[in-house]
């Protein structure tokens, strides 16, 4: 028998039982929709976690930090049990090491910041940085320079996120109500930074006050700065915040709290390391890791956000398994079922010359059309459950976005929550298939081990 006399006779069955068909693939469906609509929904979060990262910024760019070893050191401790710190000396030599192409300490301010430009105020944190570093560091920019000292700053790709005007709380820069004339770009603008903070007691031992300096009121200090650039995400701490010059932190920390930095003989709390290429970055995180640094790169935290969503993308898959497996026992039972009813008609079959392979694959044909009928539809009913889905949650997005005052962007809108990828269809697909051809093989293997005399004689 040809695999076309096959084929044809595996489709006039299915046509003559097919009621019995559209509920056996009715349970191949349900279970094939699950497994699409959980592993969409798995792919579509991490899609939007990686987004919502800001992309994660440049792959070449390590934040480091210290690591304490035993003893009262705050901070966690190194794997080697021993205290690093990140020293200028230290910081050289990093600077010396294969691949970096430029090292900065970071030192955050002291303080709440607040800044002012026309009727806009904003919010954001203070961080200095070494400006012969800038050059090195390579930093990405959304626009303007990357241009740093005294009287220009650079903004994290978050800060302008902040603004909103005092007398309207709910209205922000491109915002409905906002005029055209403020929605213009702050890069080349002079901007109002005031920074407040208390004077920091001196301390001997945990609690106990050895002195207080003068004047310990609130202090506050007013700048008037020149936005050189606005920073790409990045990622970490830096997206929030303001940049000056390190220099011009280390003098706005000893006047707003009395207290004289000592970074240079303890160490700075953190440090950018960059990198030339990816590869040098693994080799060179790897380095600071095995010294007993603490180190952050978007690599790392791209690798265990993504295991941690193929363990989500695997669990949600098998919970969605347990309906097909439910609906191959449908399948086989259907096909038992068959081999009763069409007794005599296998008899014949073979009597005619059919083997007992053209009998098995007759069957087998049957069963995995099923499995592949109730894939595509499954398909399809988890892909427009998903398109619902997303509508809904994008609409129920958009109308908090107007009901504070704020105009939808085109991420807030573009957002999705469940993703079908192609992979998926095609692994669906297969698996559905697969499925009615395993729930098959035990019909199959009955129906041509029948003896052909006896089953021209059933009733």
Known sequence: MMLRDVVYLAILNLKRMKLR?????????????????LVSLGVGLQRSAQQSLGDLGNLTLLTVMPSAGPGPQPGPASPQGRQTTLTPDVLEEFARMPGVTGVTPVVPLSGNATFKVGDWVGFA?????????IKGLDLELEDGKAFLNRGNVLLGAQVLRTLRNPRRPMERPGSRGASEKE???????SIVLTITGRPIPRMEGPGIVVEMPRGAEQREKRLRVRVAGVLKPMGFTLDMAIVLPLDEVLRLERELTGRTPTYARRGYPQALVKVADVKQAVKVEQELTRRGYIVISPRTMMQGM??????LQGILGGIGAVALLVAAFGIANTMVMAIYERTREIGLLKAMGATNRDIMSLFLMESGAIGFLGGLGGVVLGY?????????VSAYIQRNLVMQGMQPTNDSMATTFVYTPLWLVVFALAFSFLIGIMSGIYPAVRAANLDPVQALRYE
């Open 306 to 311: 993504n295991v941690f969503f193929a363990i």
């Open 183 to 189: 929605k213009v770009k702050l890069v080349g603008k």
């Open 21 to 37: 068909v559209a509920m056996t693939a009715g349970g191949v469906l349900i279970g094939t929709a699950a497994v699409v609509l």
């Open 384 to 392: 427009l459950v998903g398109w619902v889905g997303n509508q809904v």
């Open 125 to 133: 944190n203070v961080f200095g940085i070494d400006p012969r570093a």
